[in-house]
T-cell receptor, first 114, second 113 residues
């Protein structure tokens, strides 16, 4: 079956603009995670969804970042008033509830803020 | 807070040589431990994990890792490197009762012909 997909694969925007990054999890996976991977670093946790609700958003760096998952499947990470420091690869992962230690990762969206 | 240290941002080996990628963690209790591999422009793929039981864990592509509690280590090894093993490798740790891994900074494995 299909893995986790993320769109777009690359996004270039200008400082101050709004961006949306999309994640399609593996079918049947009710847990969904967003991570951010800066150059030369490992992924850092942003937010975790169980179904439609955000179970843990402690990793979101500030209120410019927001994520939704209205129907418990596709999720969108939204970044307002982008800054150059937001440039990174944004990774999405999904898993079954209760199998959080078996997360499947998507290929990521590379965001570049000019 | 737990942390993960991967010694060496780059490791270079010859094809056929032993691969050793080092990972040490800090945790007050034995955690869950993982190794992921990331090929260019791809997502992370789980190589292997330790949760409980046997401390020597075998994963995909001939990799294995040993959990050593006394050394707080979880080093990744492979007896014979292939060119296709060239990639970025990440060690990660999750506290028991948590679901969010803390990743190391990664080690880039370079394989020379």
């Amino acid at each position: 079956g299909a893995g986790v997909s993320q769109t777009p694969s690359n996004k270039v925007t200008e400082k101050g603009k709004y961006v949306e990054l999309r994640c399609d999890p593996i079918s049947g996976h009710t847990a969904l995670y967003w991570y951010r991977q800066s150059l030369g670093q490992g992924p850092e946790f942003l937010i975790y969804f169980q179904g439609t609700g955000a179970a843990d958003d402690s990793g979101l760096p500030n209120d410019r970042f927001f994520a939704v998952r209205p129907e418990g499947s596709v999720s969108t990470l939204k970044i307002q008033r982008t800054e150059r420091g937001d440039s990174a690869v944004y990774l999405c992962a999904s898993s079954f509830i209760g199998r959080e230690h078996e997360q499947f990762f998507g290929p990521g969206t590379r965001l570049t803020v000019l | 807070a737990q942390s993960v240290t991967q010694l060496g941002s780059h490791v270079s080996v010859s094809e056929g040589a032993l691969v050793l990628l080092r990972c040490n963690y800090s945790s007050s209790v034995p955690p869950y431990l993982f190794w992921y591999v990331q090929y260019p422009n791809q997502g992370l793929q789980l190589l292997l994990k330790y949760t409980t039981g046997a401390t020597l864990v075998k994963g995909i592509n001939g990799f294995e890792a040993e959990f050593k509690k006394s050394e707080t280590s979880f080093h990744l090894t492979k007896p014979s490197a292939h060119m296709s093993d060239a990639a970025e490798y990440f060690c990660a740790v999750t506290s028991r009762g948590s679901y969010i891994p803390t990743f190391g900074r990664g080690t880039s494995l370079i394989v020379h012909p």
